[in-house]
C-alpha cells in the first residue's frame, strides 16, 4: 500500500484508509487519486490522465476537475495551500504530499485474518480448512454450505477463499448460480469460473489443460483460441456430447489440480442449472485422487421451493460418504455482542445491547448487521470524544427497530431520495449486478447522473456496492454496482406495483437488446427473461430460441429442449401474427435437438407438430421444411413414413411459386426414395436434373443433407469423383455449426465411395479417426464399424470383418431397422463361405445361406438406408454359397434373380459382379461362349467405371476362362490386369498395415500373384 501522510492508499480493496477508518469515496476519484499517488512529484496532465484511465472512452475533462474537487475534500486539502495536490493552471496536476510504502499494512492485509468482524463461525470455519488440508493430501472434497438467506454462507466462504488464496500454491475461483436466466445457461457457474481462471497471472497452465484435455469447454472462451486453431477445435468437437463434455472438465480440473490444488466455490447452488449440477455431481463420485476442493452453498427452503435435482444429489452424497454439510445456525448473543465489541472498539454501550439486538434479528447476521448500520446512520450510536456511545437510551430504541428484515429496509429505503429510490428499483429489475448506463438508459435518464447518484450510495455503504467500471458490448464504458445482499434487491422488488414492474423489465430488456446488436447471443437468456416479465412474449420468444442456440453450442441439448418448451408457453400468448411462424421455428428446433440426442420418435413427433401447426396456419414454406425433416430420424426407424413425408412436401411446395424450393424438395424426395426405398430410372434422372436445376439457380442455401442425398445418387450411378466431390462438401469446414449426423453422412457417403473406387487405405484411416472420436464423445460409432466390416470383406479378412460385426451384434443400437446387424450378417455369411466345407446342410454354406437369406426377408429386416443394395449382396451371397458347394442348379437359380435385379440398377459395381458370377456359373458348366459373352459384358463395364474392388474379380475369371480355352496370352493379359487392381487397392494402404499383408496373401489373390503367364501354360 501507498502511504501520504496519515493516508493509505489500498488498490486490493479500492479504499483509501486514515488510520483504521475507511474513507468514502467514490470510484472513480479513488483511481484519480490512485493514479496521481502512483506519479508523485512530477506534472500529470488531464490528457495523460484521460489516456491512462479512459482510454479508449471519451470522457469530458470537465470532469477530472470534479474528481479533484472531491478527492481535495475527501484528504482536507485545500486549494490555495495544498499539501496533497496543487493545480498547475492550464497544465495539470501534481501530487505534492511525501509518498512511501506501508508494509506492515500490506502484511496486515496477508494476514490470516482479514475478516475480523465475521463472528461466530469459528468451527464452521475450521470445518473448511481441514477438509482443506484433506484436498491439499489428494483426498477430493466437496463440502455444502447451507443456511437461510443472510445465515452468512458467502461471508464464511469469502473469509475461507481469503485464506485459502493466502495459503500460496493454491488455485482458487468460484462461480456464481444466478436466479431467474441463469438456470436457462448450462455451465454458467462453471463457466464463470473457469473463465476466472484463465484470466489469473499464471492462466497459461489452465488454458494448455483446457487445449489438451477440454476443448469442448476451450470453445466456449472464443477469446482464448487464435484463428488458425480454430478449425482443428471445431472438427475436433464435432458431435460432444453433454458427456463428453462433463468428462472432459473432470480430467482437466483433476489434472491441474494434481500439480496445484484446487478450490472451486459455487455459490447460490438453489439457483442452478441442470448441466452445471450434472458436472458437480460427476465431479464428486469420481474416484480419482485429486487436490480438488469444491465447496458450494446453498438454502435450503429455496430448493425445496425450486424442485431442483439438488437435494436429492446432496442426499446420495451423503449416503455415499462423499461430501460433508456445514449447516449453519443462527447467531448466539454472545456472538453478536462480540460483533459489537469489534465493530465498536473502546465503546460503552449498554450490555443489554446485544441482548436487543439478538431479540430483534433473531441472532440472523443480515438483520443483525442492518439493526446496527441502521442505528449508526441515525446517530443513535455516534462517536464522541473518540468513544462509541448509545446517545439514547435503550428503552426508546427497542420500539423503534422495525419487526423484519424487509420492513428494516423499506424504512432504509424511504429515507432516500427520489432519484436514488428510482435508481434502486430499476438496478433492482435489471438483477444482483447492474451498470449505470442500464439503469440510466431504462429511466430515460443521463447516465452520468445516475453513476453519481450511485456512486454516492455505494461511498455511504448503503444498498449496493461499486465493482467498478467495466466496458458495455456497446463499448461504453460505465460504472457497475451490486446489491450488498441478495435480500436488498429482493426487498426492493418486491414494493414495486406489477405494472411499473413490467414497464421496467421492458425497458431493461430493450437497453440489453440495443446493447447486444444483432447476432449476439450472449446476453439472450437475460434480455428473454426481461422481456417475459415486461410481458412481450414475441421478442421473448425470439431470444429463448437464441438461448437455445447457446446451450446447444455446450452439446446441452436436454437443457436446450427444456428452454424452447419454455418458448412454447410464451407464444401461446403472443397475439400478433408472428406466433404460428415462431411456434414452427421452435417446433422444429426441438426436433433438432431431439435429433442430436439421438431421440428419433421425439424428434419426428416434433418435425410432425411443426408440419401440422404451418399447414393449419397456411405457412406453405415452414411446412414444407418441416415435412422435409421429418426423413432424417425416419430414416432411422420407418423409411416408409420418412418417403410419405417427402413426398407431401414435394405435393406443398406445388402450390408455391418458389423454383428453388420445388427443386430442393424434388431432389430431396427423388433422393429418399431411391435410398431408402427401391432404384428407379425415373427417379435417378429426377434427382439429378433438380440438382443440376439448383445449381443454375445458384441456390447456396439447400441443406448439405439434400445435397448428400444427391451425392449417393450419383455414387449408386458410378459417378464417384462427382460424387466424392459433392460429399467433401457436405463435410462442415471452418466455423460451420457442428451437426454430427451432417457430417457422419458425408463422411459415410465418402468412405463408401472410397470403398468402390479401391482406396481402402483411406477408408480405414477414416473410419479409425472417426471412431477414436465417437469415443471421446461416447457416441456409438455402428456407421464406422460397419464401414470396416465391409472395408475388412472387400480386402478378404473375413475373420476380421467378423470380428468387428461380433462387436456390432453385441451393441445396443437405437435404431430398430438394425442397419448394422444386416451388415453384420451379411460379412458373417461371406466368412463363412470362406471358411467354408462342402457339406451344405451342416455346414458352413447352410450357415451362410442362412444368414443371407434373414437379410433378403423383409420381415426379419425391414428397409433401411440402401437397403435393397445390402439385399442384393446378400442374394449374391447365396449364389456363391452354392456355387462353392458346388449345387449348380441353385446357384444358377440366385445367380439369375441376382443379375436381373441388379441390371434394374445404375450400379456398374453390381452390375459387373452380376456377370461375373454368371460368368462363372458357365464356366463351371464349361459353357465357354456363354462364359466369354458375360465377361466380355463385365469387361464393357470396368471400361466405362473405375471399380477395382469388382474388377480384380472379373479379370481373375477372365484368366481363368481363356487358360480353360487354350489362349494363354489372353489368360496372360488378364491376369495382368487383374494383379493390377489387386496392387493399387493393396498399395493404398500403408506399407505396414497388416491388412495390407493379409489381402495380399489372402487365396485367390495370392493365385493370382503369384502365377505367371508360363505357370498358367503349364498348368494349362
Ligand atoms: N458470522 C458473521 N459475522 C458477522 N457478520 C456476518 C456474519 N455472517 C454474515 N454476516 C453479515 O451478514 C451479511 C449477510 O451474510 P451473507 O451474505 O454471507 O449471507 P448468505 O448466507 O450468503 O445469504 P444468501 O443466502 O442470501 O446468499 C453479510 O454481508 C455480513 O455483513
Ligand atoms: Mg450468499
Redesign the pocket.
Known sequence: MKKFRSFRLDPANQCLWRGEKRVPITPKAFDVLRYLVEHPGRLVTQDEILEALWPETYVNPELIKKYILGIRKVLGDRHDQPIFIETLPRRGYQFVAPVSEDVVADLQDLSPHPTS?????EDALDALHIALKKALRSQRQVIFVA????????????SFHQRASHQGNVRTARGQCVEGFGGKEPYYPMLEAIGQLTRTPDADPVVQTLAKRAPTWLIQFPSLVKAEQREALQREILGATRERMVREICEALEWLSSETPLVLII??LHWVDPSTLDLLSALARRREPAKLMLVC?Y?PVDVILSNSGLKALKQDLQVHNLCTEIA?ER?PEP?IAE?LGTEFPDASLPSAMSNLVHRHSGG???F??AIIQDLVKRDLIAQEDGHWKLTTSLETIDPGVPQSLQQMLEVQFERLTATEQRALEAGSVVGEHFSAWTIATALDEKPDHLEDVCDELAARQQIIKSVGSQELPNGVLSAHFEF????YRQAIYRRLSSGKRSRLHHAVAERLRALSGPGRRELASEIAFHFENGREYEPATRFLILAAENAAARFAYRDCIQVLQHALQLVARIESAAAAELEVQVLEFIGDAHYALGAMPESAAAYQSAACRAAAAGLKAAQVRALSCMVWPFGLIDPDRGIAAVNQAVEVTRDIQNSILFARTQMLAAGSRLLYDCWREEDALLCASAYKQLKELGDTETLPFHNTMSAYVQALQGNYLEALEMFEKGIPKLNQPTSLMEHFSALGGKTMVLLRVGRLGEVLEIVRDARALAEKNGNDPWLFNFREAWLRMLALDFEGSARVCDSILRMKTHYPTGQPQTIARIARGYAAIAGGFTDIDRGQYGHAIELFSQVRDPETTPKFFLHWMWRMIAWLGISEAWLQSKNIEKATVDADGFSHSALQTADPHLQALAWEIQARIALFKKDWAHAEDWVHKAVEILRRFEVPVAAWRVHATACQLYVGKNQYAEAEAHRERAQAYILKIANSFPKDEPLRESFLSAAPIARILNVTGQDLAAAG
Open positions: 468482524r465475521m463472528v461466530g463461525r443456511g437461510e438467506p443472510g445465515i452468512g454462507k458467502t461471508t464464511l466462504v469469502d455459490e447460490d452453498t438454502r449453519l447467531l456472538a460483533y440472523n447476521p443480515l443483525m448487521v450488498r445482499h441478495s435480500l
